[in-house]
């Protein structure tokens, strides 16, 4: 989440002492001293959350439809309320109530009680001092959400979440607001599912974003005001952490938060953080994990994107307006009061950025 101005120099901040620490800047002079960035403008946008004049909307995730590519949906956090479901028009397909849940990702053909489902797990903050993994399945023709039942996923405030795969078995990586890293087995063959913490890993402050590249076995993670780090995503890794790049307000201004994945082709593969401090996005080749550009949303018919917490890209046909894939990213200030998500086609990123095609 966003912090507002202030003056106390807190530790991540101790490197940039003579230039000033980026959030206690202007947003002029952070986009100033950060990497410059190219523009690209949203192709659509969804309704607003319901929780106006509130830091509500956070965390989309996306399933794309292999038979109807055009009739692919959205799921997307209110941290104050619940979950929506939109179509790609952005509008309201489903709600559900179900509290203070902070950041989403899902799975498809996942088997629920023997039967395959599209598999939503959200990171429940409902109680504060005891982290839960919120599961649901979403219904392909209806777009509705139905409830499953919940996990434990230790003690300690939820925040981010991320679904992958490792040797055989689904994975929760649930990320905790004090930067402790839950790895829980899902056991989703009974009339509830369960969950097993099979490892813990741990990053020193408050982190959110993450996602798993199930190719290579890694876990991305961002620590807010540090950078974006690297794990082992199998359940019998090593658990030290790798830094990929530090938020030294050039190519990530601080906060680091959101987290995606683009899983092209070999050699278009790559890892993408929001940047929140400058309002921009970085991109990491994954295959060496160095960095290659960073784009903005830029103000157009659906507006620009500010303060953005939880993105999210999936490559493949969305359609007419998303032939190559869909990118999409919470807009942390909305007029009206009430903030929503954009959406950005994958392919005007890569011609923005200069990325193969």
Same mark, same amino acid.
């Given at each position: 989440?966003?912090? *507002?101005?202030?003056?106390?120099?807190?530790?991540? +901040?101790?490197?940039?002492?003579?230039?000033? +620490?980026?959030?206690?800047?202007?947003?002029?002079?952070?986009?100033?001293?950060?990497?410059?960035?190219?523009?690209?403008?949203?192709?659509?946008?969804?309704?607003?959350?319901?929780?106006?004049?509130?830091?509500?909307?956070?965390?989309?995730?996306?399933?794309?439809?292999?038979?109807?590519?055009?009739?692919?949906?959205?799921?997307?956090?209110?941290?104050?309320?619940?979950?929506?479901?939109?179509?790609?028009?952005?509008?309201?397909?489903?709600?559900?109530?179900?509290?203070?849940?902070?950041?989403?990702?899902?799975?498809?053909?996942?088997?629920? *009680?023997?039967?395959?489902?599209?598999?939503?797990?959200?990171?429940?903050?409902?109680?504060?001092?005891?982290?839960?993994?919120?599961?649901?399945?979403?219904?392909?023709?209806?777009?509705?959400?139905?409830?499953?039942?919940?996990?434990?996923?230790?003690?300690?405030?939820?925040?981010?979440? +991320?679904?992958?795969?490792?040797?055989?078995?689904?994975?929760?990586?649930?990320?905790?607001?004090?930067?402790?890293?839950?790895?829980? /087995?899902?056991?989703?063959?009974?009339? /509830?599912?369960?969950?097993?913490?099979?490892?813990?890993?741990?990053?020193?402050?408050?982190?959110?974003? +993450?996602?798993?590249?199930?190719?290579?076995?890694?876990?991305?993670?961002?620590?807010?005001?540090?950078?974006?780090?690297?794990?082992?995503?199998?359940?019998?890794?090593?658990?030290?952490?790798?830094?990929?790049?530090?938020?030294?307000?050039?190519?990530?201004?601080?906060?680091?938060?959101?987290?995606?994945?683009?899983?092209?082709?070999?050699?278009?593969?790559?890892?993408?953080?929001?940047?929140?401090?400058?309002?921009?996005?970085?991109?990491?080749?994954?295959?060496?994990?160095?960095?290659?550009?960073?784009?903005?949303?830029?103000?157009?018919?659906?507006?620009?994107?500010?303060?953005?917490?939880?993105?999210?890209?999936?490559?493949?046909?969305?359609?007419?307006?998303?032939?190559?894939?869909?990118?999409?990213?919470?807009?942390?200030?909305? /007029?009206?009061?009430?903030?929503?998500?954009?959406?950005?086609?994958?392919?005007?990123?890569?011609?923005?950025?200069?990325?193969?095609?």
């Amino acid at each position: 989440m966003f912090r *507002a101005t202030h003056f106390v120099l807190v530790p991540a +901040c101790l490197s940039l002492v003579l230039a000033g +620490c980026a959030t206690e800047l202007p947003l002029a002079e952070r986009i100033a001293r950060a990497t410059p960035a190219v523009t690209v403008v949203a192709r659509g946008e969804t309704v607003p959350v319901g929780s106006a004049n509130q830091d509500a909307a956070d965390d989309p995730a996306i399933w794309r439809n292999p038979a109807r590519p055009e009739a692919s949906l959205i799921i997307g956090t209110d941290k104050k309320a619940g979950l929506y479901a939109y179509d790609l028009n952005g509008k309201i397909r489903d709600f559900y109530d179900a509290g203070r849940v902070n950041n989403v990702d899902l799975r498809a053909n996942i088997l629920v *009680a023997d039967t395959p489902r599209i598999l939503v797990a959200a990171s429940d903050r409902n109680d504060l001092t005891q982290a839960k993994i919120a599961l649901f399945t979403l219904d392909a023709e209806t777009a509705k959400l139905a409830p499953i039942g919940t996990v434990p996923a230790g003690t300690g405030e939820a925040y981010g979440i +991320c679904l992958g795969h490792s040797e055989g078995k689904l994975y929760a990586f649930m990320v905790l607001k004090d930067g402790t890293i839950h790895q829980i /087995a899902l056991d989703l063959t009974g009339p /509830a599912p369960s969950g097993e913490i099979v490892r813990s890993l741990k990053l020193a402050t408050q982190s959110e974003g +993450c996602v798993v590249d199930e190719q290579t076995q890694r876990l991305y993670v961002a620590e807010e005001d540090v950078g974006l780090w690297r794990f082992d995503a199998r359940p019998t890794g090593s658990t030290s952490p790798t830094k990929i790049a530090s938020a030294d307000g050039k190519n990530i201004v601080a906060d680091a938060e959101g987290v995606a994945l683009a899983e092209g082709p070999e050699g278009g593969r790559y890892i993408l953080v929001s940047s929140q401090g400058d309002n921009a996005y970085t991109i990491f080749r994954a295959s060496d994990e160095a960095y290659v550009g960073r784009f903005r949303i830029a103000e157009g018919t659906f507006g620009a994107t500010e303060e953005t917490d939880g993105i999210e890209l999936i490559v493949g046909d969305f359609g007419p307006a998303y032939p190559g894939g869909l990118f999409i990213a919470q807009d942390g200030i909305q /007029a009206g009061g009430a903030q929503n998500f954009k959406l950005v086609a994958w392919d005007d990123i890569k011609t923005a950025v200069g990325l193969p095609r």
